[in-house]
């Protein structure tokens, strides 16, 4: 079966063929019909601090969508033909346990979401991560209602999905983004100002930002910029480690949390939304043979949107 394997941090990601998975016991069989890729993807090959979340070797892959082709023991509430996507906070999938770069995966029970009708496979995948880690910050750790106004750093595949989710709130979005090909996107989805910095909105007295690119200066320009006692998200893991400016915090009260991951409520909302268009992603998709070279293009920065691999034939 056709699968890619992380080694080790500073390798890269190994092509390679494995036995098929069985189901057991409470588990089921997808087969991965898309799995996307993430900013974290590149992260596991830079820094060893990841080593301590994973298994090696292992299959990556977090964010999968398929149909579900063989039921384990004790599996009651799904059957084979059920599409499926797979919520990826337990095992964690694709990093302590094989993930979606596998033509079929194994997942437990209790991590599958149905996929409803009108959403593709693609859409499913990318919902598994950017859309549940995206309402997760954004209605978790966030707390945005209506009338706030909402600080957005970094509009990929996670940032324009906060953006759009917190706009559907009927909060105030500010999205600070250095590429201006997608600022017409960003409007487009509810932005009422776009600029390569944050720390362009320092005026406007946000009341949240959230930083869904965590690469440390963004994550000290949002504390510099939020309003008085207001709130900053951590999400994104560009870097793990960031220097900050502690006087800004102290001063200005500020509150700095982090956001990981999030509920399978948070995927069955996305996929809700995405089924009736209230939320259309961009996504770039490529064939699964494509996978390590996808990576080099979201380290170079030259993806538009969620990157998501076709993983089945044809």
Known sequence: MKAWHFVGTHKPFERVDIEEPTAGPGKVVVDVQAAG?????????????WLDLMTVPVVPGHETAGVISEVGEGVTDWKVGDKVAVWPMIGPFGYGVNGGWEARAEADQDQLVAIPEGVSFEQAAAATDAGMTSAGAVFGKGEVKAGMKVGIIGYGGLGQIG????????AEVYV?????????????NGAVKVAKSITEFKDDQLDVIIDFA????????????????????????????ATIDTNALILGQVELVG???????NIATVLKWLAEG????????????????????LERGEVT??????VAEG
Do not use: Y
Request: include cysteine; glycine fraction near 12%.
């Open 259 to 265: 956001s990981n991951g999030g509920s399978k409520e």
């Open 163 to 170: 953006a759009r989710l917190a706009h559907l709130e009927g």
């Open 278 to 297: 209230q939320i259309e992603p961009t996504l770039t998709t490529i064939d699964f043979e494509e996978i390590a070279d996808g990576v080099g293009r």
């Open 305 to 310: 949107g969620r990157l998501v691999a076709r």
């Open 214 to 241: 965590g690469f440390g200066t963004t994550t000290d320009e949002a504390i510099r910029t939020v309003k008085f006692q207001g709130r900053v998200v951590l999400v994104g893991m560009g870097r793990l480690e």
């Open 37 to 49: 890729l993430c900013h974290s993807d590149v992260g596991i090959l830079e820094d060893e601090k």
């Open 176 to 188: 600070a983004e250095i590429k201006e090909d997608v600022w017409d996107h960003a409007r487009e």
